[in-house]
C-alpha cells in the first residue's frame, strides 16, 4: 500500500511525502523514513513513531517519545488504527500531518449517527388539528432548511475562526523558525572558526582538512545570501541543519589522532597494479592483514566488469619504490565487493592492528582514510609504473549514514582509492571503500561494513579479528 503523508504544521509544513513500506519510521534522526529538522522541530523525538502497513489496514505505535503521539488529538500510545484523513501529531504543539491514500473509516459510525438525526427530525404535531399532507410537508421543509442555514452560518463562522488562527500562527511560527535559521548560521560561523583553528593546526599533517573546510565555508555564505535576500529554497531549513552536522562533524574528524593512525597502519597498505584480460591496466589500494601477506581489497580491482579475472597482479607496500611483489586471487566474495590476493613472496609483511567485527559505529563519528586516489597520478608517487615510489594518502572521513550492508561516509576519494581501509580511532579496520555517489564529486563515499569482511575472512586470517 502507497501511503500519502501531508504534512500541515511545523518547519515542514506544505511538504508532503509518498512512501510505499510496509515500516514508515517518523521522528528527527536521520535513520527515519520521515525526518525533521532537529533544531526547528524540537517536539519531535529522534524516534518518534511508526505506522505499520498491515494487509489494506494502517496503524501507528509511539516509540516511547517524549511530548506523546496524537490521533485526531487523542494521545495514543499502544497500536492505533488510523484511516484517510486522520490527523497525526507529534507532540502537543509539535508538526501535524494528515493521512492520505489509506483504508477509509468504517461506515458503523455513520449509519448510527444518521439513523439518529433521523429520528430527531420527526416533528411533533402542532395544535390539535391534523394538517393536510402539503401543510406537514411545508413545515417539515421549513425546518429543515432554517436548521441548514444555521449550520451554515455557524460552518462559516467556525471557518473564519480557523483561517485567523492560522494566520497568525502561521506568522508566529514563521518568525520563530526565521530566528531559528539565524541562530543556525551563527552556529556555522563559530563551528567554521574553531574548525579553522584545528585545521591551521595540523596543515600538512592530514589530507582533506583544507578542502573540506573551504567546500563548508562556501557553502555557509549561500545559505547567508539566500537567508538575507529573501531567496530561501523549500529546503532551506534542511539544508541549515545539514550545514551545521557537518561543521561538527569537521571540528570532531579534526581533533582525531591521525598521526598515531598513519603511524600504525600505513605500513600494512599496498598499491596494486592490475593487468585485466582486455589488456586494461588499473589500480587499486589493499592492505596486509597477514605476516604471510594476504591483501585485502575489492571484487571489481582483480575482475572486470564481466568477471574476468585479472592477467597479472602486483603489489607494493607503502613507502617503498619499484619493490613490485607478483600476488594471485585466493578468494572473491559472492555477496560483496570484496576479494583477498596472496603475495607470492615470503614474509615476513607488516600487517593492521586488527578488523573491527562489531566496531562502535554511528552517525557523525570521524574516521581515516589509508589508500591511493588517483592511483600513480597523486604527488609524490614518481608517475612511472616501474619506478613507482609508493606514497599513500591519509584522509579524513566521517560516518553519514549506517545501513545493513553498507556505511556512507562523508570523505574525499577517487580511482585509485578502492579497496583503502578505513580505521577508527583505535587503528582497527571498520570498513572497506569500494565507491560513491557520482554526483558528489567524490565527497560521498560508500564502504562494505568490517563485520562482513570478518565473517568472510579465510580461517588462516581469523587472528586478526578483533
Known amino acids: 500500500m502507497r501511503v500519502e503523508l501531508r504534512i500541515t504544521s511545523g518547519s515542514r509544513a506544505g511538504q508532503q511525502e509518498l512512501l510505499e513500506m510496509p515500516l514508515i519510521r517518523i521522528g528527527r534522526h536521520p535513520a527515519n523514513d520521515v525526518r525533521f529538522p ?5 517536539d519531535v523525538s529522534g524516534m518518534h513513531c511508526e505506522i505499520k502497513v498491515i494487509g489494506a489496514r494502517l496503524v501507528i505505535h509511539d516509540s516511547n517519545s517524549t511530548n506523546g503521539t496524537f490521533v485526531n488529538g487523542e494521545r495514543v500510545r499502544e497500536d ?10 507529534l507532540g502537543a504543539h509539535g508538526p501535524q500531518l494528515t493521512i492520505g491514500a489509506a483504508a477509509a473509516r468504517p461506515p458503523e459510525a455513520t449509519r448510527v449517527e444518521s439513523h439518529r438525526d433521523a429520528r430527531a427530525s420527526v416533528a411533533a404535531p402542532v395544535g390539535s388539528g391534523r394538517l393536510d399532507t402539503q401543510a406537514r410537508v411545508a413545515i417539515a421543509v421549513e425546518e429543515q432548511t432554517h436548521s441548514l442555514r444555521a449550520m451554515v452560518i455557524g460552518l462559516a463562522a467556525v471557518v473564519a475562526l480557523v483561517v485567523i488562527g492560522v494566520v497568525a500562527y502561521g506568522k508566529r511560527s514563521g518568525d520563530k523558525a526565521e530566528q531559528n535559521l539565524k541562530a543556525a548560521l551563527a552556529r556555522n560561523d563559530s563551528l567554521s572558526a574553531l574548525v579553522a ?3 591551521g593546526a595540523m596543515k600538512g599533517k592530514v589530507g582533506g582538512l583544507d578542502s573540506a573546510l573551504a ?11 539566500e537567508l538575507s535576500n529573501g531567496s530561501k529554497s523549500t529546503d532551506f531549513a534542511q539544508r541549515v541543519i545539514a550545514a551545521e552536522n557537518r561543521q561538527r562533524q569537521l571540528v570532531s574528524a579534526a ?3 591521525y598521526e598515531a593512525i598513519a603511524a600504525k597502519s600505513s605500513p600494512a597498505i599496498v598499491f596494486i597494479a592490475v593487468q585485466l584480460p582486455s589488456g586494461k591496466k588499473v589500480s587499486g589500494t589493499g ?22 579475472a585479472a592477467v597479472r597482479i602486483a603489489v607494493e607496500f607503502d613507502k617503498t619504490k619499484a619493490a613490485w611483489m607478483p600476488g594471485h586471487v585466493v578468494k572473491v566474495s559472492e555477496t560483496d565487493d570484496l576479494a583477498w590476493i596472496k603475495i607470492d613472496r615470503e614474509g615476513p609483511f607488516p600487517s593492521v592492528a586488527g578488523v573491527s567485527r562489531t566496531p562502535n559505529i554511528r552517525v557523525g563519528i570521524p574516521a581515516a582514510i589509508i589508500g591511493y586516489p588517483l592511483g600513480n597520478s597523486t604527488a609524490g608517487m614518481e608517475g612511472d609504473i616501474s619506478s613507482l615510489h609508493a606514497v599513500s594518502t591519509l584522509g579524513v572521513a566521517t560516518v553519514s549514514k549506517v545501513l545493513e550492508n553498507v556505511i556512507q561516509f562523508d570523505a574525499f576519494a577517487a580511482e585509485g582509492s578502492s579497496g583503502s581501509p578505513i580505521f577508527d580511532s583505535r587503528g582497527f579496520v571498520i570498513a572497506v571503500l569500494y565507491g560513491g555517489a557520482a554526483e558528489s564529486g567524490g565527497r560521498i563515499i560508500y564502504a562494505v561494513p568490517a563485520r562482513k569482511l570478518a565473517d568472510q575472512m579465510p580461517a588462516e586470517a581469523q587472528g586478526i579479528i578483533r
Not at 532537529?38 to 524540537?42: K, M, S
Not at 567546500?215 to 545570501?225: D, P, T, V
Request: no cysteine.
Open 80 to 89: 492505533h488504527p488510523i484511516y484517510d484523513g486522520d490527523v497525526i501529531g
Open 255 to 257: 581533533q582525531l589522532d
Open 287 to 308: 592492505f596486509n592483514v597477514l605476516p604471510s601477506g594476504l591483501i585485502v581489497t575489492n571484487k571489481h580491482v582483480v575482475q572486470d566488469e564481466n568477471g574476468g
Open 197 to 199: 583553528q584545528t585545521v
Open 38 to 42: 532537529p533544531e526547528l522541530d524540537t
Open 215 to 225: 567546500l563548508s565555508r562556501a557553502e555557509g555564505n549561500k545559505l547567508r545570501s
